[in-house]
């Protein structure tokens, strides 16, 4: 009974410390630049939204991302940039799965949310840098909303 124990108590914290060994970057301006540890809630809440916005990708855009482009994404707009501290796989319905340990979603520009639609890009990215052919969910504004104000308050 006590070896069980002990390994349900181990499970747990392996659990909560994948939740949260991520750190979160949101640019709102080009002056704005918040960088967020979530608290075990927050890193929930973020994980459980980022995960089905993947999951829910129903597009890809066949473009190059070079590390310029990403620089430049980075410098000029506005995004949510998910850092992990390791490998995490996601999975999209429509495209299979990834083993990624960033994820970059911008929020204005060229790849950005716009007022009339509910299209959001999102790269995917591991330690060699951001995968071209960024997938698209055609309605995951609302979860990229949920995550700003989770991360602005």
Do not use: H, W
């Not at 190059?64 to 390791?86: M, V």
Request: neutral net charge; charged residues 25%.
């Amino acid at each position: 009974m006590r070896s069980l124990l002990l390994l349900l108590g181990i499970l747990l914290l392996s659990v909560s410390c994948t939740a949260t060994n991520m750190k979160v970057i949101l640019k709102t301006d080009k002056s704005d630049i918040k960088t967020v540890v979530p608290n075990k809630d927050d890193s929930e809440e973020l994980l459980s939204s980022l995960t089905e916005l993947i999951k829910k990708t129903d597009d890809m855009l066949k473009v190059y991302l070079s590390s310029d482009r990403i620089g430049r994404i980075k410098k000029n707009e506005q995004y949510i940039e998910f850092l992990f501290d390791s490998k995490v796989e996601v999975s999209s319905d429509m495209f299979g799965n990834y083993n990624i340990n960033k994820v970059l979603i911008p929020l204005t520009g060229t790849f950005g949310v716009s007022n009339s639609s509910e299209m959001t890009t999102i790269i995917l990215g591991d330690d060699d840098g951001y995968i071209s052919g960024p997938l698209r969910n055609s309605n995951g504004n609302m979860l990229i909303q949920k995550m700003k104000q989770l991360l602005e308050k």
